[in-house]
């Protein structure tokens, strides 16, 4: 890959309104089922192709004690074992499947959709085995393995 997707920490004073009111726009949409993309986007003030740009792309940062679920969607070579290392690197970091999906490979190509739940807060203080891992260090290692042609996070809980 010659793109490295880089996740960082940043104070809300630091992101552009722009970023801030799509952030307000996935909540509100979330919050009332009746609501439409172009509704909150003129309420917001924003247009709909900036919601639609960035809304894959920020996300509020939540500690809760529980853990955190992280869905990502990677396209793959077909190869055995290949899923196999993945598995065993997310279970390394302490995170625990979720679920996986995988749809049939076409051209020796393998689109899988894997959600994972990384122990945070009181969950990794209450088991020693778990500690609140890295995320960005493990998509890195994960994006760095042979065969890994795209990862990309497409949803955080």
Do not use: C, W
């Amino acid at each position: 890959m010659d793109e490295k997707e880089r996740y960082y920490v940043v104070k809300e004073k630091a992101i552009g309104e722009v970023l801030l009111k799509v952030v307000e726009a996935k909540r509100r949409l979330a919050a009332d089922e009746n609501m439409t993309v172009q509704k909150v986007a003129e309420k917001l003030g924003i247009s709909r192709s900036s919601f639609y740009k960035y809304k894959d792309d920020i996300f509020p940062f939540h500690d809760n004690a529980r853990g955190r679920i992280i869905t990502f969607v990677m396209q793959m070579d077909d190869v055995p074992g290949l899923l196999a290392g993945i598995l065993t690197k997310v279970a390394a970091y302490g995170a625990n499947v979720n679920t996986i999906q995988q749809a049939v490979p076409a051209n020796r190509i393998a689109l899988v959709t894997l959600s994972i739940r990384v122990p945070v807060g009181e969950e990794a203080a209450r088991d020693p085995g778990k500690t609140s891992p890295d995320i960005e260090q493990l998509f890195d290692e994960i994006r760095n393995l042979e065969g890994i042609h795209y990862l990309k996070i497409i949803a955080r809980e």
